[in-house]
């Protein structure tokens, strides 16, 4: 972020005799550089969304298999069908 230093005129208002008079004042504003910075921190959120979507899609098949699967194949591997959905999560995201 580069901040500026803007010069504005404004009138004295603490001072009544010279109405006319004016003092400078320095404003600061903050922008946001449109090249460097800025097209990095967008690659990197467009890198971060494709990731949580490739998660989020190893996530929905693996859950979608395993309700594929008859209770007593589940069984065999020694699942119970209320632990399809934590077994899928820790599939796509590890935890």
């Known amino acids: 972020m580069r901040s500026q230093q803007l010069p504005h005129l404004t009138p004295n208002a603490g001072d009544n005799r010279h109405a006319n008079r004016k003092t ?11 090249h460097g910075h800025t097209e990095g921190r967008f690659d990197g959120i467009r890198r971060d969304l494709r990731t949580r979507f490739e998660a989020w899609k190893v996530f929905r098949q693996t859950r979608r298999e395993l309700n594929e699967l008859s209770d007593r194949e589940l069984a065999d591997l020694g699942l119970h069908r209320s632990g399809i959905t934590a077994v899928a999560r820790e599939a796509a995201y590890g935890n």
Do not use: A, P, R, W
């Open 24 to 34: 400078m004042t320095m404003t600061t504003l903050n922008t946001t550089t449109i």
